[in-house]
């Protein structure tokens, strides 16, 4: 296991590896870009690739010898990476069903596994400049352009009503029923991709239930905040989302919450 110091350095470099992808982003933002259909029919842009590119370059150059797995090169088999002890996962543009109806809420996502777990996560915004980021025994952290970190944590106890994180794409019918099911005032806040990890982990949201597919690429770095931040990224059986144990990379269904206390099952 890297030591918090030998992390805390990664983290720094890894974070500017997330900016200059966020540049090469918002360069195809500014045009009229073209929008291509993956096989399983998610949207694919120039700024997937570029975001990919620079990603691979910038991490290949800090740490030569660790393995990378990205959403667009992800077709390395099991049996090849079932050896990795420690590996960078990416999805270079989470949110590209945002980034194609130009409503900012896109992000670009960086997590190391070490043991299957998330060691640390950067989550950065290229339209508004605020990266969030974490790395393990060493906080969580917000920050925007321009200045200093500010450590942020969960939402402990709510008292008076639950703020509820949902998919603006992906809403669908499992999550009105879990709403239904709360015994206390709720209010929804709607926003694309690991957005939603991120506001469970600054305190803004109490749960995010996600019921529908997602991958490891998705949820890893954000996974390492929220639960930096004091907070929980779980199966539906409340058991610690793990990365790179099976053929397949798509998670379970999960639960994101800052209140341990509360037993989200019953809700379910």
Known sequence: MLSVDELKKLLDDVNQVAILAGEHIMKVYATKFEVEQKPDKSPLTMADMAAHNAIIEGLQKITPNWPILSEE???????????WKRYWLVDPLDGTREFVKRNG??????????????VMGVVYVPVTGISYFAALNN????CLPEQSPELIEVRHRPKNNLIIAGSRSHAGESLQKFIAKLDVKTDLISIGSSLKICLVAEGKADVYPRFGLTSEWDTAAAHCIVEQAGGYLTDLEL????YNTKDSLLNPHFLVFGDNEKNWLNYL
């Not at 058991?239 to 793990?242: N, S």
Request: hydrophobic letters at 35%; charged letters at 25%.
């Open 73 to 83: 090169s992800a077709k390395i088999p099991f049996q090849e990476r079932s050896s």
């Open 105 to 118: 809420e896109f992000t670009v996502n960086i997590a190391l596994i070490d043991d299957h777990k998330p």
């Open 239 to 242: 058991k610690p989302l793990l």
């Open 139 to 142: 906080g969580a952290y917000k």
